[in-house]
């Protein structure tokens, strides 16, 4: 089965982050992708850019971003296969993002068979 991990976290403090602390995070996120495919688990996943550069598009017109409140933004994504929630669970709680943010996982309704 297919589940969605969502990545939310501060976007903010990236923006203001030292590089040598970027350059770790990359470094934890490459090793959990290569986890994630050694474990033929991963499905697909990106970064996005910053919620400011996004829009909102509804029937009544478009919205710029960013979108939510909170600190936390939709950051990424990791599509990934599990055998069940559990599974899933245990591979968002190895994401880096779990660490200083937060990792929603949202199971993928198929429909398609």
Not at 43 to 56: E, I, M, N, T
Not at 77 to 95: F, G, H, S
Request: aromatic letters at 14%; proline letters at 4%; glycine letters at 10%.
């Amino acid at each position: 089965m297919k589940y969605l991990l969502l990545l939310y976290d501060n976007e903010d403090a990236w923006d203001v982050m030292e590089d040598s602390k970027k350059s770790e995070i990359f470094g934890a996120y490459m090793a959990y992708t290569e986890a994630l495919r050694k474990a033929e688990a991963y499905y697909a996943g990106d970064p996005l850019v910053h919620s400011r550069d996004g829009k909102r598009v509804r029937v009544s017109g478009v919205q710029d971003g960013p979108f939510a409140d909170g600190k936390e933004q939709l950051g990424g994504y990791y599509m990934i296969e599990a055998d069940d929630l559990d599974e899933a669970l245990d591979w968002a709680a190895r994401c880096p993002c779990a660490s200083y943010g937060y990792v929603e996982v949202r199971p993928v309704w198929n429909i398609g068979g």
